[in-house]
Nanobody, 129 residues
Framework: QVQLDESGGGLVQAGGSLTLSCKIS????????MAWFRQAPGKEREFLAG????????DYANSVKDRFAISRDYTRNTLTLQMNSLRPEDTAVYYCAADGTTYPSGRPYLGRAEIYEYWGQGTQVTVSS
């Protein structure tokens, strides 16, 4: 059974940085397409960044592509999200997602939430002004 466990959230001042981690169990991160989403109170879930399982191809939302970086740590079997220059509007619950499909005909856009089979419980990020 696949499980995703996020960590690293917390309270940070505007302009600061945080690194979120998502430990995957039941699958190898090297074989898995993964992504980060977030949801703020009263708003829809928002795609942030995704990494395709082959060649580390990535997609980013325009709102974060110059500030956030997604990466995989094969040794720790973990997905990370490095977040810099944080803003109060980045306050949200951040979720890790994973998809085991290999897509032999070509990868989908990683921002489509419906492609992900597995989701973590989320970690709260609060950015104070």
């Amino acid at each position: 059974q696949v499980q995703l466990d996020e960590s690293g959230g917390g309270l940070v001042q505007a302009g600061g940085s945080l690194t979120l981690s998502c430990k995957i169990s039941g699958r190898r991160v090297i074989d898995t397409t993964m992504a980060w989403f977030r949801q703020a109170p009263g708003k829809e879930r928002e795609f942030l960044a995704g990494v395709f399982w082959v060649y580390d191809e990535t997609d980013y939302a325009n709102s974060v592509k110059d500030r956030f970086a997604i990466s995989r740590d094969y040794t720790r079997n973990t997905l990370t999200l490095q977040m810099n220059s944080l803003r109060p509007e980045d306050t949200a619950v951040y979720y890790c997602a994973a998809d085991g499909t290999t897509y032999p005909s070509g990868r989908p856009y990683l921002g489509r939430a419906e492609i992900y089979e597995y989701w973590g419980q989320g970690t709260q990020v609060t950015v104070s002004s």
